[in-house]
């Protein structure tokens, strides 16, 4: 009788369990899903279009880009899967050890195991024709670390006090200055955006919104002033500013993307039909430039519909946020709406010739590893959030 009340006790739990799996699954938000899954497909198909040229006069697979993309997108879905069935609120538990393993990534890309590729020391080479950036995921543990700073106010405040907000800062800093270090400005401006973007919705004081952006206009102009940064950073923002100064040289790049776009028409050359990006004229089309290939293949119409797509995942964000079961997974929300929003103006901005070239891959649609799991690691996020929505639930 024992064995057979533990069985069924043990029974009982296991379809408890997947009953709760199920649950989740069925709160899921349907348009978001939808909306990332749609970014990805295009994406899949643009990584081909601005590769297999390529591939193929090099004698390589023309689909090995492809390939490798679709398996990190596979990996990406899996993490995100992974996060959305995880109880968001029991990650303030494991927050330390997040930000802990971001930042010892961030040291290691500093150390020689680092490499250097287009001019950033950002990466850790592993084989395979397989890297990691270590500030992708440094993404994820500034957001879930400033959403437990942040969101648990202290007996009789309102927002968070002076301390949280200083020690957020100093925090968050860690990973900044290691970026800087890189030097990565790309990323450096998105954890930026996301630590403005969580200080407003956390209810911290205006002065600090108005003292870290006086603080940063200060820095910017400190940084240009004393030739801090590298020459090729300099030549970016010359070419944004002046594009036509250097067309064959620095201003090669935003010329050539603007080029692209614009050939393209209202409804495109047709998918894999683009004459400037089976010229190779726009370089790093796979991952910088892939909104080059859509201007060009897919016409205006067809960035239209990757602009769309990526505000409803921006909306959706927004919405979940909004109906957050507390302050810890409103800013979680709130920080990662942030960081897709940042990059993905900036990306679609630098292909336009409206923002100066950063490196920013376009969240959800560019080719990679690292930036697609970190993407889908916030998707997930998202999902979390919004499935446990009610208290106690």
């Not at 700073?149 to 925090?171: F, Q, S, T, Y």
């Not at 919705?201 to 200060?218: D, E, F, H, N």
Request: contains cysteine; charged residues 15%; aromatic residues 10%.
């Amino acid at each position: 009788m024992t064995g057979s009340g533990v069985g069924s006790v043990e029974g009982y739990a296991a379809r408890r369990g997947w009953s709760s799996r199920l649950a989740v699954l069925r709160r899921l938000d349907l348009p978001l899903c939808l909306a990332v899954l749609a970014l990805s497909v295009i994406g899949a198909l643009l990584v081909r279009a601005a590769t297999f040229q390529l591939l193929t006069e090099r004698g390589e697979d023309p689909e090995g880009f492809l390939k490798r993309h679709i398996l990190n997108l596979f990996i990406g879905f899996g993490l995100g899967g992974f996060v959305t069935v995880l109880d968001y609120r029991l990650l303030r538990a494991y927050v330390p050890i997040l930000y802990g393993a971001a930042c010892v990534g961030l040291v290691a890309v500093l150390s020689p195991l680092g490499e250097t590729i287009n001019g950033s020391h950002s990466w850790i080479v592993i084989g395979g024709g397989f890297q990691v950036q270590p500030s992708e995921f440094a993404k994820v543990g500034l957001v879930v670390l400033l959403a437990m700073i942040l969101g648990e106010p202290r007996d009789g405040e309102i927002g968070p006090g002076r301390r949280d907000v200083l020690l957020a800062l100093a925090l968050a800093g860690v990973p900044g200055v290691l970026i800087m270090l890189q030097p990565d400005l790309g990323t450096s401006l998105v954890l930026i955006a996301v630590v403005l973007g969580m200080l407003a919705i956390s209810g911290a004081g205006k002065r600090w919104l108005v003292a870290l952006v006086g603080g940063g206009v200060t820095a910017a102009f400190a940084v240009w002033f004393f030739g801090l940064l590298e020459d090729y950073q300099i030549d970016r923002f010359t070419a944004f500013l002046n594009p036509e100064a250097d067309p064959r040289g620095a201003g090669y790049n935003a010329q050539q993307a603007r080029i692209a776009v614009g050939s393209g028409g209202a409804f495109g050359k047709g998918l894999f039909h683009g004459q400037q990006t089976g010229g190779h004229f726009v370089p790093e089309q796979q991952t910088d430039f892939i909104f080059t290939v859509a201007g060009e293949e897919l016409g205006f119409v067809g960035g239209a519909v990757i602009v769309a797509l990526l505000g409803v995942v921006l909306w959706r964000g927004l919405r979940i946020a909004t109906q957050a079961a507390d302050l810890f997974g409103t800013l979680v929300a709130t920080g990662v709406v942030c960081w897709l929003g940042f990059q993905s103006f900036q990306n679609v901005g630098m292909s336009l010739g409206i923002m100066p070239i950063t490196g920013l891959p376009l969240p959800f649609v560019s080719y990679g590893g690292s930036a697609t799991f970190a993407n889908m690691i916030a998707f997930g996020l998202l999902q979390a959030v919004h499935v446990r929505r009610r208290p106690f639930d």
